[in-house]
């Protein structure tokens, strides 16, 4: 019995540790970009509304695929645009401390993705360019309690531009907690995100969201998420987004 006392207060001690060493960090990219964000930057503030439809189907237990599609609007115009498909491996998975819900991800310490996506050009642009990108992601998950989920994500992107191949790694920090009422079940979350461009660009840049996932039926759910990025020198400017996603999840054929 102390024994069990002794490993729970240590592994309590440890997961505290861990999340505020996972904040001190999320900290300092923010302070970095802050005062960063001193210098004018020749892109103006922009206001936009990301819509998106993720369709994600199971293929095994361990295996599922995700397709998306999702647009940038901008007044009353849509300027561009992404198609992607990816696949997801999940690993290592654990007692589900929260409900799982439709995401089966929810359930596990480790998950991978490995996908492509085609990025229409931005019309706005005085020549505009396609993308396409390959894109690497590993997500470790923590249960700190709480009905709560920490999640930090790992992610690179190889992007042809017209046969120009850059590469950026944007890691995520993700706090998630479940909630309940009378009338609805939704989860509530907030992240930081950093941007590194590895081609000597001046073009790093962080942003934070605050949004809600809701339920809609076993199988549909309805995501909402308030954005802003931070300006960042001449290039990267000030974004107010609004996101709007709704996410179809396919069952396992058994």
């Known amino acids: 019995m102390q024994n069990h006392m002794l490993f729970n207060f240590k592994y309590g001690n440890l997961r505290i540790q861990l999340i505020r060493k996972l904040v001190l960090v999320l900290i300092s990219l ?41 647009g940038t609007r901008q007044g009353s115009s849509f300027t561009e645009g992404d198609l992607g498909i990816n696949v997801d491996y999940f690993a290592f998975p654990v007692f589900r401390k929260i409900s799982p819900g439709p995401d089966s991800t929810r359930g596990y310490f480790q998950w991978f993705r490995l996908g492509v996506k085609y990025d229409r050009p931005n019309q706005s642009e005085k020549n505009p360019v396609s993308t396409y990108t390959l894109r690497t992601e590993s997500n470790t998950q923590f249960y700190p309690g709480w009905e709560s989920l920490l999640r930090v994500r790992n992610r690179i992107d190889f992007m042809d531009k017209s046969g120009d191949v850059s590469t950026r790694y944007m890691p995520r920090i993700t706090w998630e907690k479940d909630f309940r009422t009378t009338y ?13 461009y590895f081609d000597n660009s001046p073009s790093n840049r962080f942003r934070a969201a605050l949004g809600a996932i809701i339920k809609v039926s076993h199988l549909i759910v309805f995501e909402t998420y308030y954005l802003y990025q931070f300006q960042h020198q001449p290039k990267v400017g000030a974004l107010h987004v609004i996101g709007l996603t709704l996410k179809f999840y396919l069952p396992l054929k058994k």
């Open 30 to 70: 923010v302070c970095v970009t802050i005062n960063s964000s001193g210098q004018t930057s020749s892109v103006p503030t922009s206001d936009e509304v990301w819509p998106e439809v993720d369709v994600f189907y199971k293929i095994r237990s361990e295996f599922r695929l995700m397709a998306l599609a999702s």
């Open 184 to 196: 609805l079940t939704f989860t509530g979350y907030v992240y930081g995100e950093y941007f590194v």
